[in-house]
């Protein structure tokens, strides 16, 4: 049987899920091995330097740079205060005095006696890494972060915005095919994880975020909505930093489109229990996903059914999504994989497959225009 590597979206019931927690400097892990965490645990922090304020001293106390030493009231590395005099100027026999006072508070970073500028250092930003999930701390990292594992449901999806949050599982929609309107969003969605079928309106997402709402799951949106609801055009960067009040993962695409018909009963088998989410997304070099994760409880060293879980190549039965017109977002399963390449109208040849849509109907269609389902 012919195999491929194809790009995949995970939906699973079961797997064993690890997450490495690692903070942006070096800094100070607080939890040990075997420790059991839960969403909001802190698990290790750090302090980022402060923001650097330059101050030309020269410039304002009139002064040549090579004689600021002599006027400054501070050296380098000293503590200082906003508002408080750090350089003093006098002249006419001390008739006249010229201040400089500091712009932050924070301390000095350093004085140039060739351009007569000081930098002032603010204060250490504190940032704390929380473990994101229930689950066990399996792996310490000196310094810098843990792993956290736990035994969970895991769904990906195609593209997300906002961050890490969590909640408990809400379906509002009767099935994978309905558009999540702000008519189905009340105050009982309130920290919530909502989850929508085949498309969420803007008006939606506001009445979401004006409520509480921790995130939104759903198949479609579009784009335009995107671009009203965020106030500017998305860029090819990492998402997931928009302070927006909510988190939005897409499953399927942009548009209408329908949830998977698996992961939509799979959210709706798992209402009431608590999903942790994140809208992260990079689709350049080092591709990252949207996630939902539902973790389970109990010991993570137990032996569960579906533990050896190892990435699959696409073959005979595989689960499909297109990801190119004219099928674009059609779901379907692989039912033959030919060896030899085939010629496109482009008059490129490429290796195809053949994938059997749920109506029945069939179709060829190049490797590198699905991606795979895995499950």
């Given at each position: 049987m012919g195999h491929a590597y194809t790009p995949g979206l995970k939906v699973t019931d079961k797997i064993l899920i690890t997450k490495n927690r690692i903070l942006p400097l070096k800094g100070e892990v607080i939890v040990s091995k075997g420790d059991k965490v839960k969403p909001d645990t802190v698990i290790a922090r750090t302090h980022l330097p402060g923001t650097v304020e330059p101050i030309n001293v020269a410039n304002i106390l009139g002064l040549p740079p090579e004689d600021i030493g002599e006027a400054m009231l501070k050296n380098q590395g000293d503590a200082i205060k906003e508002g408080e005099i750090i350089a003093v100027a006098k002249s006419f026999f001390g008739l006249f005095r010229?201040?400089?006072?500091?712009?932050?508070?924070?301390t000095i970073e350093s004085i140039s006696h060739v351009t007569g500028q000081v930098l002032l250092r603010g204060k250490p930003i504190p940032v704390e890494v929380k473990a994101y999930i229930y689950g066990e701390v399996v792996e310490i990292f000196e310094n810098e972060g843990v792993a956290v594992s736990a035994w969970g449901s895991f769904v990906q999806g195609i593209f997300g915005i906002g961050g890490e949050t969590h909640g408990e599982i809400k379906v509002v929609v009767p099935d994978n095919t309905t558009i999540l309107t702000d008519?189905?969003?009340?105050?009982?969605c309130k920290g919530k994880v909502i989850v929508g079928g085949s498309m969420v309106t803007a008006a939606a997402i506001k009445k979401?975020?004006?409520?509480?709402?921790s995130g939104i799951v759903v198949g479609g949106f579009d784009d335009k909505d995107l671009r009203d609801f965020l106030g500017y055009d998305l860029g090819v960067a990492i998402t997931g930093s928009e302070e927006i009040g909510i988190t939005l993962i897409v499953t399927e695409g942009f548009g209408q489109?329908?949830?998977?018909?698996?992961?939509f009963e799979l959210l709706k088998s798992k209402e009431g229990k608590l999903a942790c989410i994140n809208g992260a997304t990079q689709i350049r070099a080092g591709v990252i996903r949207p996630e939902l994760i539902i973790p389970f409880t109990g010991d993570i060293h137990i032996t569960q059914e579906h533990s050896d879980?190892?990435?699959?190549?696409?073959?005979?039965?595989s689960p499909v999504r297109v990801i190119r017109h004219p099928?674009?977002?059609?779901?379907?399963?692989?039912?033959?994989?030919p060896a030899q390449l085939l010629e496109l109208e482009s008059g490129s040849r490429a290796r195809i497959l053949e994938v059997e849509f749920k109506d029945g109907s069939k179709a060829i269609v190049p490797r590198a225009n699905v991606e795979m389902l895995e499950s």
């Open positions: 010229s201040e400089c006072k500091a712009k932050i508070t924070g008519k189905e969003i009340g105050l009982d979401a975020a004006s409520v509480g709402a489109i329908n949830m998977a018909e698996k992961t879980y190892r990435e699959k190549g696409l073959g005979i039965g099928h674009f977002g059609k779901l379907g399963v692989v039912t033959d994989l």
